[in-house]
């Protein structure tokens, strides 16, 4: 059973920075993804970015391409999402993701663990 504790949320003006944590218990494997996933008020939750344990494969949303930076530390088990550059819109609860699949996927149906979500508000 996998384990997923996320930290690092919380409110920040627009331009500015936050790093969310994603830290992982279980196990592990480095052919597993990493993923983040955000939801807004009243819409569908999206993806944002993903990241091979083995750091083979990254992908990003058109959205956050540019701005986010997924990363991820083998030896705490802890995955992270680095956003600048933040924008209103990326007002969100942030969720972290692990996927078993051999193959990356910006499908939330993909993933088999989630974290419990931490809110990022980003005030104009």
């Known amino acids: 059973q996998v384990q997923l504790v996320e930290s690092g949320g919380g409110l920040v003006q627009a331009g500015g920075s936050l790093r969310l944590s994603c830290a992982a218990s279980?196990?592990?494997?480095?052919?597993?993804?990493m993923g983040w996933f955000r939801q807004a008020p009243g819409r569908e939750r999206e993806f944002v970015a993903a990241?091979?344990?083995?750091?083979?494969?990254?992908s990003y949303a058109p959205s956050v391409k540019g701005r986010f930076t997924i990363s991820r530390d083998i030896a705490k088990s802890t995955t992270y999402l680095q956003m600048n550059s933040l924008k209103p819109e990326d007002t969100a609860v942030y969720y972290c993701?692990?996927?078993?699949?051999?193959?990356?996927?910006?499908?939330?149906?993909?993933?088999?663990?989630w974290g419990q979500g931490s809110q990022v508000t980003v005030s104009s």
């Open positions: 993701a692990q996927s078993n699949r051999a193959f990356l996927t910006r499908d939330e149906n993909g993933y088999d663990y």
């Open positions: 279980g196990r592990i494997f480095s052919s597993y993804v």
């Open positions: 990241i091979r344990w083995s750091g083979s494969n990254i």
